[in-house]
């Protein structure tokens, strides 16, 4: 999967949650606040690289970081 392609598909598992509108001003207001849900998501992930796990350091490799930080990205330019 690529990056643009997580970026979509978290940002639309979100959209999914939100209730069926029929307003645009609504839509739009809903896709922003899938967004931003989805950038909370990246951004978890981001930050617990490095962090333990049951006691261990747990380190990620610079691919998983490069990945989640180019899928922020493609968020931000959805």
Not at 6 to 21: D, E, I
Not at 26 to 33: G, K, R, T, V
Request: net charge neutral; with cysteine; charged share 25%.
């Amino acid at each position: 999967m690529t990056p643009k392609e997580k970026a979509s598909k978290l940002v639309n598992q979100f959209y999914g949650k939100t209730p069926t509108r029929t307003n645009q001003s609504e839509i739009a207001q809903d896709w922003q606040f899938a967004k931003e849900c989805a950038l909370i998501c990246v951004d978890e992930i981001l930050q617990n690289f490095g962090n333990l796990v049951d006691g261990k350091p747990f380190y990620s490799t610079y691919n998983a970081v490069k990945f989640y930080q180019q899928v922020k990205q493609e968020i931000e330019n959805l």
